[in-house]
């Protein structure tokens, strides 16, 4: 039997460390998943996950707000929003005009307000027409309903509006996941 004071002590504590060329390959593997971790972290801070988008534009004195869902999963509800607002009062009629394929994204499809007339144009796109309060300033129209289980990841579409002798057109997309 050994006692302490007969054990052989090594040199160096380090003599297990492996050299540096052994680990080549895992430095490389930490700074590829670091690199990794990085991007997610920017493309969070960016928005490239928000699952709802807003866009705006305005023509003369009318201006158009716009919030759709940029991510949609089948069957979750999803909402199409649109707020008009202008320096003068609405026009008697407003039309909403959608084009086909991003309302296929839409099932159990309602808008509010309830529309006074919709038609489907030969351009691919469904015409909506409804009237906002007398007098009103601004109005808010409601897509609502749930996401379509078809697959497409990504489903593009047009959204056209008529009011005051304006007319505005903005292209929205969609993405669907899993």
Known sequence: MQNIYQATVDDSTLDDITAEEDNRGRRRLRLAT????????????????DQRKTISQRS?????????????????????????????????????????????????????????????????????EVSPVTGAREMVATFTGRASDQWNPKTKGSLGIIADDMQITLDIETWRTP
């Open 34 to 49: 670091l690199l990794a971790v990085a991007t997610l972290v920017i493309m969070a801070l960016i928005g490239a996950f």
């Open 60 to 128: 003369g004195n009318l201006e158009v707000q716009v919030e759709y869902p940029s991510v949609v999963r089948a069957g979750n509800e999803i909402q199409l929003q649109i707020a008009l607002s202008s320096s003068q009062p609405l026009s008697e009629t407003v039309k909403l005009s959608v084009s086909e394929d991003y309302l296929t994204l839409f099932e159990d499809f309602s808008a509010f307000p309830e529309p006074e007339s919709q038609a489907s144009r030969g351009d691919g796109t469904v015409e909506f």
